[in-house]
């Protein structure tokens, strides 16, 4: 098997490969909504870190705990959302990517709850009717064209 190695051709430099350039910098200025993180570390506290989901911890090789808040309605632009308990669920990270995609309809009795973190029933509404059906809505209206367009293939 090592014999072939002396057969082998090396694999030929491409002739776009160049020094590599250290890339520009520019200064750049935003604005961002001041979260209160330590309402949130209470928050993960008194849910020790569990999803208000599917109840799973996830655990770090140093043996902690990890879990994140997501802000059922949302603080940036168009929404407006505040930075209370009530509109925050601790969660694990990939609930909370489905939640701000959309595509996870959130329901009280669903969700893992425990004393002293009440959540909002307008925020779950406003999740469930401008996150939720929003998402599902244009999902709905994409597979009506997809499928017209279909039916059309098959007639034509």
Known sequence: MWGLRANLKPTP??????EPRTPQRSLTQTYRVIRDTELTR????????????????????????YSEAHHIQPLGRP???PDV????????????????????RLDRKRLRAVQGHAIGTNYLDYHNRSIFA????????NN?????TRKNRARG
């Open 85 to 104: 308990a009530a509109n925050i669920v601790v969660l694990c990270p990939n609930h909370h990517v489905l939640l701000d995609y959309g595509a996870v």
């Open 144 to 148: 009506r064209i997809q499928t017209d």
């Open 134 to 141: 929003g998402k599902s809505s244009k999902m709905r209206s």
């Open 13 to 18: 430099t491409a002739s776009d490969i160049q």
């Open 42 to 65: 209470k928050l993960k506290a008194l849910q020790k870190n569990a999803c208000q989901l599917c109840g799973k911890v996830l655990r770090l090789s140093n043996g902690e705990s």
């Open 79 to 81: 929404h407006d959302g």
